[in-house]
């Protein structure tokens, strides 16, 4: 069964300032997709930014990119320039097709951003 | 696009009664849901995956005769908490995804926040 795992249960960063959030996870499997979920304070869940297994090339969304590290297992989440609004519960999340669209999620981290 | 709502969004029933959550996909049609348990500052765990036209599968742990999934249409699958208790409160989240194989993205309702006195 795969596992995602999230080591960080809360962070702090400054506003304007850069945080990295970290994500390992556990498959034997080759294809798979990876996503960052964003949880504010209204609980709903906001994807942030998703990565493709068979894609080197690391994701992107504006102030948000990821770290992907396929051998290593690891897909960190770094947001750039952060903003109050970025306060929320991230969630790592892994997916494959094969498996029912399934989403399986790390515990998460509670990120404060203070001004 | 790809909207999905839930309702309600709060609700709160007697220790006993019966309690149905609905989820709707607004702007497509979702051949398949899922239906997540959230207790405060933890993870989102998946209850059941919902299919239209056939029965739910739940996931191991879950009670399926006391979370019944019902998956009716193409836009609507509903939840509904049999005999609840007070450990059942907790928030309740759906997803659905397009019903292509080229989209793997799903997509959450706001969630229920279901309170058993």
């Known amino acids: 069964a795969q596992t995602v795992t999230q080591s960080q249960p809360e962070m702090s960063v400054q506003e304007a300032e850069t945080v990295t959030l970290s994500c390992t996870y556990d498959?034997?499997?080759?294809?798979?997709?990876l996503f960052w979920y964003k949880q504010p304070p209204s609980r709903q869940m906001i994807l942030v930014i998703r990565?493709?297994?068979?894609?080197?090339q690391n994701a992107t969304e504006n102030r948000f990119s990821v770290n992907f590290q396929k051998a290593a297992k690891s897909f960190s989440l770094k947001i750039s320039d952060s903003q109050l609004g970025d306060t929320a519960m991230y969630f790592c999340?892994?997916?494959?097709?094969?498996?029912?669209?399934?989403?399986?999620f790390g515990a998460g981290t509670i990120l404060r951003v203070k001004s | 696009g790809a909207v999905v709502s839930q309702h309600p969004s709060w609700v709160i029933c007697k220790s006993g009664t019966s309690v149905k959550i609905e989820c709707r996909s607004l702007?497509?049609?979702?051949?398949?849901m899922f239906w997540y348990r959230q207790f405060p500052k933890q993870s989102l765990m998946l209850m059941a995956t919902s299919n239209e036209g056939s029965k739910a599968t739940y996931e191991q742990g879950v009670e399926k005769d006391k979370f019944l999934i019902n998956h009716a249409s193409l836009t609507l699958s509903t939840l509904t908490v049999t005999s609840a208790h007070p450990e059942d409160s907790s928030f309740y989240i759906c997803s659905a995804n397009l019903p292509s194989t080229a989209s793997y993205e799903q997509y959450f309702g706001p969630g229920t926040r279901l309170t058993v006195t």
């Open positions: 999340a892994f997916m494959k097709r094969e498996y029912g669209n399934k989403l399986v």
């Open positions: 990565q493709e297994a068979y894609k080197q």
């Open positions: 702007d497509f049609q979702a051949t398949t």
């Open positions: 498959t034997s499997e080759n294809n798979y997709y």
